[in-house]
């Protein structure tokens, strides 16, 4: 199931995530979803799924962490700011698997560029880019960095370069190390 929506002016992806069978997006300051092939306002959904996302937000202890370091403590204020950032942000499917939030990587659907959280809060912790996330799914093929370079249209030196931006974003000493960091992220 595919979980872009595209949004008519200037052809931008509308943020959007999934969360048992119901796809959520944050659109003009208000949080949206569709349920059951209707579009609605959040508040507008059956208890069942709203209570779905409350128990997602709460499980999700990275990104209420975050929250509570920046000084958003209310619940009602964290849980906006999680469904805009986090759930809102998303663009790619899976977002949830066997119950277990798991974020993509493609942080690329918000167009907030000012906002101070970009990168540490919505989507993946360190924000990676779409040609970031491609040459990590590339490294995990384990081929050389030579055969990698190739396969990734860049030279050698600049995969290097990448790797190395690669190591400092996800807090990795090696390349190994990296890789892994990036699977747990969902790569």
């Not at 208000?30 to 128990?55: C, N, S, Y």
């Not at 924000?127 to 490294?139: I, M």
């Not at 600049?158 to 892994?180: P, T, Y």
Request: positive net charge.
């Amino acid at each position: 199931m595919k979980t872009n929506i595209m949004q008519k002016e200037q052809t931008k992806k509308l943020p959007a995530g999934i969360l048992e069978g119901t796809e959520a997006f944050w659109h003009k300051s208000e949080k949206w979803v569709i349920h059951e092939g209707r579009t609605m306002l959040f508040h507008d959904t059956p208890g069942k799924v709203q209570r779905a996302f409350a128990v997602a937000f709460m499980n999700d202890t990275r990104s209420r962490t975050y929250l509570r370091r920046i000084g958003v403590n209310k619940f009602s204020s964290a849980f906006n700011m999680w469904y805009k950032c986090v759930i809102g942000a998303l663009d790619k499917t899976p977002d949830f698997i066997d119950g277990k939030y798991t974020p993509d990587a493609y942080n690329n659907s918000c167009i907030d560029y000012d906002c101070p959280h970009r990168g540490k809060f919505c989507s993946l912790g360190p924000g990676l880019k779409n040609f970031e996330v491609q040459t990590v799914v590339a490294l995990k093929k384990g081929k050389t960095i030579k055969d990698t370079a190739t396969e990734l249209f860049i030279s050698e030196a600049g995969l290097k370069s990448r790797v190395e931006k690669l190591k400092q974003k996800l807090r990795a000493e090696n390349m190994a190390q990296m890789i892994a960091n990036a699977v747990e992220f969902g790569i």
